[in-house]
């Protein structure tokens, strides 16, 4: 599974959900009697092949997100329910959006403790292949670690520091600390290293080798750097930033101003995908063979 963190464009009409009926702040209705018994079918093929991996290669706290929320392999899950027992957990809620949504509505949604959601599920042809993030990317890559309260506040901070980076034009990097955490972020667990990026828990090739394969960097969390550092959009990652603990992205992320950073940085050129600095901890240095 490989996506933007949020819109690339204004332009709706490239994209494959129906923007129609969205309301001013891109938020649509569910309407679960819409779904069919091919997309139920499709996110239960997903959900029973990705589950067994969570065991193995996920971060305990989406495991025991997925178990709280009471999703399950049956059906595809209604955002009403799923809601009740979030909005308990961390006061966070999943709003339904037609896909990939205006990045300012992105960070407003963010700010305000709501997770957008597409509403759309993926072909059966694309099991292990999607351009844009479906209703299974975003539901089981996103939500159970908003059940997390140390996760879930970093999620609204990294809302709320959307208009800053807007003014200061390095939506870039932040957009950078978004893919190599949220969406592709590992972190060490007494059980050894584990992905949490939705990125790769909704993508089964990627989850296995995001923490097993000799061939990408494992690099531990830097701020900055990560913040420095392109990504790609169309391959599995060259690089995977390890957090020690879910503290230590909160912390980096409300604790920092980052307007200094931007000034310093937003235009300088940025650290390729693959490249290890010497100032850089090293966990894994890649092979880049596979
Ligand atoms: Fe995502």
């Excluded at 963190?5 to 309301?23: D, E, I, W």
């Excluded at 597409?118 to 299974?136: A, G, I, K, T």
């Excluded at 390729?272 to 966990?283: G, R």
Aim: a negative charge; glycine letters at 6%.
């Amino acid at each position: 599974m490989v996506q933007l963190p949020s819109a690339p464009t204004q332009n709706a009409v490239n994209l494959r959900g129906n923007y129609a009926h969205a309301a001013a702040d891109y938020s649509v209705a569910q309407d679960y009697p819409h779904y069919t018994d091919d997309d139920h079918d499709i996110w239960r093929t997903l959900f029973t092949r990705q589950l067994p991996l969570m065991e193995k290669y996920g971060a305990p706290e989406v495991m025991a997100g997925i178990e709280v929320l009471g999703a399950s392999a049956d059906r595809i899950p209604e955002f009403a329910a799923v809601n009740e027992a979030l909005l308990g957990l961390t006061g966070w809620r999943i709003v339904a959006v037609p896909g990939l949504i205006p990045e300012q509505h992105f960070y407003a949604h963010l700010a305000g403790k709501r997770f957008p959601v597409s509403v759309w599920m993926r072909n059966r042809s694309e099991l292990d292949y999607l351009q844009e993030p479906d209703l299974f990317h975003d539901f089981f890559g996103h939500v159970p670690l908003l059940t997390n309260p140390t996760f879930a506040r970093f999620m609204q901070a990294y809302g709320e520091a959307g208009p800053k980076a807007d003014s200061h034009q390095a939506i870039k990097m932040l957009a950078r600390l978004y893919w190599y955490t949220v969406e592709f972020g590992l972190i060490q667990t007494p059980a050894g290293l584990r992905a949490f990026g939705a990125g790769i828990l909704s993508s089964k090739g990627e989850t296995v080798f995001s923490v097993d394969s000799p061939a990408p960097n494992r690099l531990g969390f830097d701020l900055v750097r990560v913040m420095r550092t392109d990504y790609l959009i169309d391959d599995f990652q060259k690089t995977y930033f390890v957090l020690d603990s879910f503290d230590q992205l909160f912390h980096a992320g409300y604790d920092t101003d980052f307007a200094p950073l931007y000034e310093r940085y937003a235009h300088e050129p940025a650290y390729s995908p693959d490249q290890v600095l010497l100032t850089d901890k090293v966990i894994t240095k890649g092979t880049q063979h596979r």
